[in-house]
């Protein structure tokens, strides 16, 4: 009876494994970044709700992963759209190409702003990026004024600007897995980085050493590792005031009771200094759509035509209020012309 | 007889000191129950304190006319026209109706987001199901945006209001609303009956429920009779021998394997190698299954191990075959046990994450799954997703997930205990 029993369990797997195998997917499903997803997570809802296809699947796999899942093919197991918080590499490009996906469509929708943010109860400060990254970094310039390397030796604030407080430097921030901290290091302490002469020089004879320089974070305690959620930052800097968090604008905007974005080069983030980019540290979002899958996976013409609609990312749009900043008019009708017409990138200027 | 005496007396002297530390033993015992007991309230209190808010939700009244020139919809049963219906804009006349001296586009806008975007939805169904409708005005409660909803549900707070992105003006509309008796908290029935959704007034549980349901069904249909097959062979039938023993100790050593492995070897396998979808309950009771056959096959055999040998003998001394020994008398005895054991398997299934972030079962998942073949998520997922979630309305919707997944885990470890209580045999 029981060997029966699983004799009949373990055939009915089996055949429903390989009828599914067969079996073309009927909704949408979409990979990537983890800063696209909340809004990539609302253009699928309304779209469920208002166009008659089933609601498409979003994860959140990181945009790297995004791009692995994303090029791995050409079939119904295989994403049909991949989120991503910067462009495409022309590396992810090639692996697309030899994998037989030829055709993407590339779409950037709007910008994300990165913020230093600490709690309320204490004084915002007006940073610059050269601040961010001698507060931060693990080797930053002599002190001294010689044009040599040193361990960071700087314990409070007003050690590398009298400007700032007195108060110790203690950051938490996301962890090198995450998209977030990637464009923090990019934008943030490279863009501080620079500002020394000697390492720009870098640039042009050693790259390799100048990205070390640039985007490698000390490691002695300053900087704290918090893990990809931001609640949690958020929750951490409320108790204690004397530090400072790093995250996305979106969690800035819907937590401004409890924390205050500090100010970049006497910008404060909100969404029109980002939107025109006075406020320095902000990265665009992109989506990729597989042409091959249009047409065959139904409702991706729809999903494209949702997410570049006025409604969605205009400036009053309903992204913008889940913390997106919109691109400029001219440009998102450009840009919403071209993803309507599935024009796909030729991927020459990456 | 002295040394006698000197041993009394040792004892005597030493008596004291035995019964100090006989105390001493017992209490440290008493003291790390009460550090659990302790435990255990502070994290239930901080869950239930900020879940139960969720288990009701803000609505607003509003009179909704049902204004064919708004609506630009002359015939409702035009399948055409209703689709295209402006059903956003009856919502914003109403409101505009209720607070007539808002004036200015950005003002308007905000007064919009005093109700839920499902306004419009409720809206329309109301009109589908009772055409007679156009023309003519009726009241309706609607639910409340997720922002209105937790500053109304803050107002009494002692600290305060929760005022979030709320603004002075939209905080002053609340109030009129107050006044006039038009804004009321009632039973979150949505969150028992929807699924996951970027508006926290609009997120349910029911799409997780189900997804978890599906998931443990292909889980308990594949595990359970492969576990108990296994484990009667391996205690009944088997030779014992080092093939044998090498079996058991890889089984034993699966046990103790980290869940994400069994993750990975589905999308090895399953994925990429089957070339099964994503996110399907079927993917997530296949993975789930390589991870508690371990757990079934050890409990298994434990208890086959524990019905005494005395039963077999009398069944072979009456003639049995060892097929006959094993299936209708060692099988039933064990089964209390072996059915403990799957419970817990399947509770411990239940609250996994780890295994389904490789295949894709963590992902936003908005229709609830109809059956083993549909996009879904499970639970503990769901939970991780809100927690992750920007909007603040999520804080509370995720302690009230995880009250409603410890519900379930409870239910299931009382229905282990029972089982064992009720069906088993002493000798």
Same mark, same amino acid.
């Given at each position: 009876m029981i060997k029966q029993n699983v004799i009949k369990a373990a055939l009915a797997g089996t055949v429903l494994a390989t009828a599914m195998a067969a079996n073309a997917r009927d909704y949408i499903s979409i990979v990537g970044s983890s800063t696209v997803y909340p809004f990539s997570t609302v253009v699928a809802e309304r779209l469920g709700r208002t166009a008659g296809v089933p609601t498409p699947t979003v994860e959140s796999t990181g945009t790297g992963g995004g791009m692995k899942l994303f090029c791995d093919g050409v079939g119904s197991s295989t994403a049909d759209i991949t989120n991503a918080s910067r462009r495409i590499k022309a590396s992810e490009f090639e692996m697309c190409k030899s994998n037989g996906v030829t055709e993407i469509i590339e779409v950037l929708v709007g910008y994300d702003g990165i913020v230093l943010a600490n709690s309320n109860k204490s004084d915002r400060i007006n940073l610059s990026r050269k601040d961010i990254f001698l507060a931060l970094a693990k080797q930053v310039p002599n002190p001294d004024g010689s044009e040599t390397l040193v361990d960071n030796p700087y314990k409070t604030w007003k050690d590398l600007n009298p400007a700032l407080p007195a108060a110790n430097i203690e950051v938490l921030g996301p962890p090198p897995t995450s998209g977030t901290r990637d464009a923090f290091a990019e934008l943030a302490l490279e863009g501080g980085c620079k500002s020394f002469g000697f390492i720009k020089a870098m640039k042009k004879t050693d790259k390799n050493q100048y990205k070390t320089i640039c985007h490698t974070v000390r490691? %002695?305690?300053?900087?704290? &590792?918090?893990? &990809?959620? %931001?609640n949690l930052i958020v929750q951490k800097l409320e108790k204690n005031p004397d530090s400072f968090g790093v995250f996305g604008f979106s969690f800035l905007d819907q937590n401004s009771d409890k924390v205050q974005g500090s100010m970049i080069e006497g910008f404060e983030p909100t969404f029109e200094s980002i939107a025109d980019k006075s406020y320095s540290v902000s990265r665009p979002l992109y989506f990729y759509v597989k042409k091959a899958h249009v047409g065959v996976v139904p409702g991706i013409q729809e999903y494209i035509n949702e997410f570049t609609s006025n409604k969605a990312w205009? %400036? &009053?749009g309903y992204l913008s209020e889940k913390g997106m900043i919109p691109l400029a008019a001219d440009v998102r009708q450009d840009i919403g012309g071209s993803a309507r017409n599935l024009q796909v990138m030729n991927g020459e200027d990456l | 007889m002295t040394d006698k005496k000197n041993i009394s007396e040792l004892v005597a002297a030493g008596l004291a000191k035995r019964y100090r530390r006989e105390k001493m033993f017992r209490f440290w015992g008493i003291l790390s129950i009460v550090f659990s007991v302790l435990c255990l309230v502070v994290l239930f209190t901080d869950i239930i304190t900020k879940g139960s808010g969720a288990f009701q939700q803000t609505y607003i009244q509003i009179d909704i006319t049902y204004d064919p020139d708004i609506l630009e919809l002359y015939d409702p049963l035009d399948g055409k026209q209703f689709a295209l219906a402006n059903f956003d804009g009856v919502i914003r006349q109403s409101l505009q109706q209720r607070f007539p001296d808002v004036q200015g586009r950005r003002d308007k806008r905000e007064l919009k987001k $005093?109700? /839920? $975007?499902d306004a419009a939805f409720v809206v329309a169904e109301r009109l589908k199901d009772q055409p007679s409708l156009l023309g003519k005005s009726e009241s309706l409660w609607v639910l409340a945006d997720d922002d209105i909803d937790t500053y109304y549900k803050s107002l009494d707070d002692r600290e305060g209001p929760f005022t979030g992105r709320t603004t002075e003006k939209t905080q002053g509309w609340v109030q009129e609303l107050v006044d006039r008796g038009e804004i009321e908290l009632r039973f979150n029935r949505e969150f028992f009956v929807r699924g996951d959704s970027r508006e926290p007034e609009l997120a349910g549980i029911w799409g997780a429920v189900k997804g978890s349901f599906f998931t443990l069904l292909v889980t308990l249909v594949l595990s359970f009779p492969i576990g108990v097959a296994a484990a009667l062979y391996l205690e009944e039938f088997a030779p014992k021998n080092k093939w044998t023993d090498l079996i058991e100790v890889n089984i034993n050593n699966l046990a103790a394997v980290p869940s994400i492995i069994f993750g990975l070897l589905g999308l090895a396998?399953?994925?990429?190698?089957?070339q099964m979808p994503r996110s399907v309950p079927l993917l997530g009771g296949l993975v789930l299954t390589l991870m508690t056959l371990p757990t079934i096959i050890i409990s298994s055999r434990a208890a086959i191990k524990a019905v005494p040998p005395s039963i077999r003998e009398a069944a072979w001394g009456i003639g049995a075959s060892p097929m006959q020994v094993a299936l209708h008398h060692v099988l039933p005895l064990a089964m209390p046990g072996m059915l403990t054991g799957s419970i817990i398997g399947m509770a411990q299934a239940l609250g996994e994450t780890a295994p389904l972030l490789m295949i894709g079962m963590v992902a936003f998942i908005v229709d609830t799954p109809s059956s083993i073949t549909d996009p879904a998520t499970v639970l503990p997922v769901q939970i991780f997703l809100w927690s992750d /979630?920007?909007?603040?309305?999520f804080v509370e919707k995720t302690s009230a997930a995880i009250m409603v997944l410890l519900g379930f885990l409870i239910i299931m470890n009382t229905l282990a205990v029972w089982l064992r209580k009720r069906l088993e045999k002493r000798w």
């Open positions: 490691e %002695d305690g300053a900087y704290v &590792e918090a893990g &990809e959620n %931001d205009g %400036d &009053e | $005093l109700v /839920s $975007l396998i399953f994925i990429n190698f089957f /979630s920007p909007e603040r309305a």
